[in-house]
């Protein structure tokens, strides 16, 4: 959601993300505007989701209500400083030769 909102187009992978080669360089831009910020809102973040529905009362609420419960529920933007810098650092991180692995 914060790549979204960088506008920065990913591709979804399971549990990973994939993003264009070309965008390597804007990718390690916005990790380190990330990784050396506060936390951001979780509901700018949760207002990047396209699905926020969860649950089956859902479709009775209107967009502002389930970006709102989206943000509340399934978002902790705290983290996200920390894990920025966390893929940074392995992004930094030497690749390993054959006889390290």
Same mark, same amino acid.
Do not use: H
């Given at each position: 959601?914060?790549?979204? !909102? ?16 070309? %965008? ?6 916005? +990790?380190?505007?990330? $990784?050396?910020?506060?936390?951001? %809102? ?7 989701? &396209?699905? !926020?529905?969860?649950? !089956? ?5 209107? %967009?502002? +209500?389930?970006? +709102? ?10 983290? +996200?400083?920390?894990?920025? $810098?966390?893929?940074? %650092?392995?992004?930094? $991180? ?6 390290? &692995?």
């Amino acid at each position: 959601m914060a790549l979204a !909102k960088a506008e920065i187009e990913t591709t979804p992978l399971g549990i990973a993300i994939g993003v264009a080669a070309n %965008d390597e360089a804007r990718l390690l831009d916005e +990790l380190s505007r990330l $990784a050396g910020g506060s936390a951001p %809102d979780a509901f700018d973040l949760a207002a990047y989701v &396209k699905n !926020k529905m969860s649950e !089956k009362f859902g479709i009775y609420l209107g %967009d502002d +209500l389930l970006t +709102l419960a989206f943000a509340t529920e399934r978002i902790e933007p705290e983290g +996200l400083p920390e894990l920025a $810098a966390r893929m940074l %650092d392995g992004w930094r $991180a030497p690749p390993m030769i054959e006889s390290q &692995k």
